[in-house]
């Protein structure tokens, strides 16, 4: 039923907004036709897949709510990139990531950033999302893998093929089947671990949880967490989780897209009703996950999660699901299925997006028609789809858990690009060198602080909070921490670079910029701070 929906209101949304003489632009950015619902629902369902449902709900079986920094910490991300990112995109007519990079450096770093982000949103984000997706399906239904790799894949395709309006607007049912779906799971999981301490409600259940797994509702880890390597203490708040979610949502193509086809009032009321989403997140992905936690220490379903030996957490979800009555399991069924394929959809957009416009018509046919763009586009769309199901299984994402392994492996390459883009943005003497030693010395310094600890035998930083032993034994520096480390150097190389190219005469290509872009109304204003108020006061209750 749910795939019917979707394909009908897909093929309906196609039909009636399809142009024949159509652009490249509208095909990938449905340019002036989302409205700020639709983009805020469209960044949702986008965001929120298999990684979130199945990964955090997995984060929260191992280590609790403080996994939930990622979600409200997004939301004041979101407020952020409303008011300072979007206005210097959309003044400077920016479409792609790499046109940005182009435009203000050369097309050299951008040919190297889109290569980068192509390879990233494939290896790690595309698969990823196909394998923990199959997983789930697979876990419940009893559907062999494979055929849940390429269905899952199959469906996306044919949401992705219709372009981004089709994309933008499905997601909204997307996220009504997510939300509605996510709530009902959390209602019954919160209700089981009621039901099984001979109680009722949820909150009851919520209470119980409390009692029964009182380390797990705590935002900030001690060092002797076992999850400490995943968020390390007060550094959270403080250092990395900032560039993960400000170069996630500020300088990620697959997230921008949304917005970059509006004009700004209806991309900043889009982002805002994103943020507001975000706040249910944790409730939708983490509490079900600590419930499973709860109902695994009082010996249910303890083989159903044993995968190899061990417990994979990432079964927690899939396992939880199969306990639901029939109707209520296949709402939670199709919520998953929608934030896989809405996910699939808008990553394999954005891999076709930046293919397309900064590699094939800038390298390989810049004479290109728009109609030859659509159409490569499209095949980029179906390439991308078949690598991700031939890369998904080889990749051992079960073994580090699939939120943490999307983050970490996605932490490689973030300070760099981040480092290049704020500077990129607000100091106009950044050159072009500065911008290639940040993109590429931020994944060779990621990759050295990654293993140093090991290599020098670094044990005493333990003491200072900087290395610590991994699950594996050996000693590493925190993820978050490395990446927070590599920024910093990525700032000061940049800067110094930069001086130098300066005092030569190089010039640089400044971007338009005016205090006046960052204004926002009242009404956003007033949401903005609400929504901060009730972070901050959701901090202090789990402190």
């Known amino acids: 039923m749910y795939f019917i929906i979707v394909s009908s209101y897909g093929f309906w949304v196609y039909k009636r907004k399809h142009n024949a003489d159509a652009t490249s632009k509208d095909y990938f950015l449905a340019e002036g036709s989302l409205t700020w619902w639709a983009i805020g629902a469209s960044l949702i369902a986008s965001n929120i897949s298999a990684e979130q449902m199945i990964g955090m709900s997995g984060s929260g079986f ?21 008011v300072f990112f979007i206005p210097v995109y959309l003044k400077n007519k920016i479409f792609t990531m790499p046109q940005f990079l182009s435009q203000r450096y050369n097309g050299t770093v951008a040919m190297i950033m889109a290569i980068f982000w192509l390879l990233l949103y494939i290896v790690v984000n595309l698969t990823s999302i196909l394998y923990l997706g199959a997983l789930a399906v697979n876990s419940i239904s009893g559907i062999p893998f494979q055929a849940c790799l390429w269905g899952l894949a199959i469906f996306a395709i044919i949401i992705t093929l219709g372009g981004m309006k089709v994309i933008g607007f499905t997601d909204v049912i997307q996220v009504f089947f997510l939300i509605l779906g996510g709530l009902v799971t959390t209602y019954i999981a919160l209700n089981l671990v009621a039901t099984h301490f001979g109680q009722h409600g949820v909150l009851s259940g919520f209470n119980l949880m409390m009692h029964q797994a009182n380390d797990h509702f705590h935002m900030i880890l001690k060092k002797d967490n076992p999850s400490y390597m995943d968020l390390p203490g007060l550094t959270v708040l403080l250092g990395g989780m900032w560039i993960v979610n400000l170069n996630y949502w500020g300088c990620n193509q697959y997230i921008t ?28 992905v983490v509490l079900p996950g600590i419930a499973a936690y709860v109902l695994y220490k009082q010996d249910l379903f303890h083989a159903d999660l044993i995968q190899g030996g061990e417990v994979n957490p990432d079964r927690a979800y899939p396992v939880l699901l199969n306990l639901l009555p029939a109707g209520l399991k296949g709402l939670s069924f199709a919520a998953l299925t929608a934030a896989v394929v809405a996910s699939l959809a808008g990553k394999a ?3 076709a997006t930046i293919f397309t416009l900064d590699v094939y018509k800038k390298a390989i046919k810049p004479d290109a028609t728009d109609k030859s763009l659509v159409f490569t586009g499209k095949i980029a769309v179906v390439v991308a789809m078949v690598l991700g199901i031939i ?9 580090k858990g699939g939120f943490q392994y999307i983050q970490e492996y996605t932490g490689f390459v973030s300070p760099g690009i981040f480092a290049m883009f704020l500077l990129g943005f607000f100091w106009k003497r950044t050159t072009s060198t500065a911008a290639v030693f940040s993109a590429v010395g931020g994944f060779i310094l990621s990759v050295f602080f990654k293993f140093l600890p090991t290599f020098a035998n670094l044990s005493f930083l333990a003491s200072t909070g900087f290395s610590k032993k991994s699950d594996a034994g050996v000693y590493e520096i925190p993820f978050l921490d490395r990446m927070g480390i590599v920024f910093l150097i990525c700032v000061f190389g940049m800067i110094i670079i930069s001086m130098i190219e300066n005092a030569r005469g ?8 005016d205090s006046s872009m960052f204004k926002t109304s009242r009404a956003f204003t007033a949401g903005a701070l609400i929504l901060c108020g009730i972070i901050v006061a959701l901090y202090s209750v789990f402190w």
């Open 349 to 351: 957009n954005s891999i």
């Open 62 to 82: 191992k280590m609790g709510l403080a996994i939930a920094t990622y979600e409200w910490m997004a939301s004041i991300t979101l407020i952020i990139v409303a």
């Open 391 to 399: 890369i998904s299984p080889f990749l051992g994402i079960d073994k």
């Open 506 to 513: 190089v010039k640089t290509n400044g971007l338009e910029i």
């Open 257 to 284: 897209q949304r917005a970059l086809g509006a004009n700004l009032k209806t991309a900043r009321g889009g982002l805002l009703f994103a943020a507001c989403l975000k706040l249910l997140m944790p409730v939708i």
